[in-house]
């Protein structure tokens, strides 16, 4: 009986796992965000070194001519008996036609109907200034944790995200003699 407090600390107090998912398009079309994908990306790319509980995937829409959709992951560690350990930065190139709004929704959809999305101590983040897509992921409520704006995101998470901003510790740098 012992166990049975720590088994429920252990399930409140961790810490969980995020899950960001960026509308790339509605990123790219803000004051002070990068114009160019692959610039947006090298951006966010030191977010799989700045944390260990961390995913952020990047979607973008379907270019012209682009027949199938391509997925590029970056230090992806996943184990089959337990959640992944480091954190994931992946970039999703959608086919042409295909619209980054049903793809979140389709994930988002997933990770509700899965066993593992009703008792996994994760959360999901969203990037977008879309009205329409903001009101549908907040109707995923216990999947979706919150929805961020593009602008608000790039100026105030992704420096945190990334490590650029200090963790607020209020520690001396240099031991004291």
């Known amino acids: 009986m012992k166990l049975l407090p720590s088994v429920i600390s252990t399930f409140l107090f961790a810490n969980p796992k995020t899950t960001w998912y960026i509308d790339g398009n509605n990123l790219m079309g803000h004051k002070g965000t990068p114009r160019d994908r692959e610039v947006i990306a090298e951006k ?14 990047l979607v973008w829409d379907g270019r012209q001519g682009q027949a199938e959709v391509t997925v590029e992951k970056e230090n992806e560690q996943v184990s089959m008996e337990s959640m992944p350990s480091g954190s994931m930065f992946q ?74 901003k200090s963790d607020y510790a209020n520690e001396p740098k240099e031991p004291i003699d």
Do not use: C
Request: glycine share 4%; no cysteine.
């Open 44 to 57: 966010l790319r030191p977010v799989q070194d700045a944390s260990s509980n961390l995913d952020v995937i």
């Open 91 to 164: 970039v999703v190139s959608l086919a042409e036609g295909m619209s980054t709004d049903d793809y979140i929704l389709d994930q988002l959809e997933e990770m509700k109907s899965s066993e593992m999305g009703k008792h996994a101590a994760s959360s999901v983040q969203v990037v977008t200034a879309d009205r329409a897509l903001r009101r549908k992921v907040l109707a995923t409520k216990p999947v979706v944790r919150g929805v961020v704006n593009p602008v608000v995101f790039w100026r105030r998470y992704r420096p945190r995200l990334t490590g650029m």
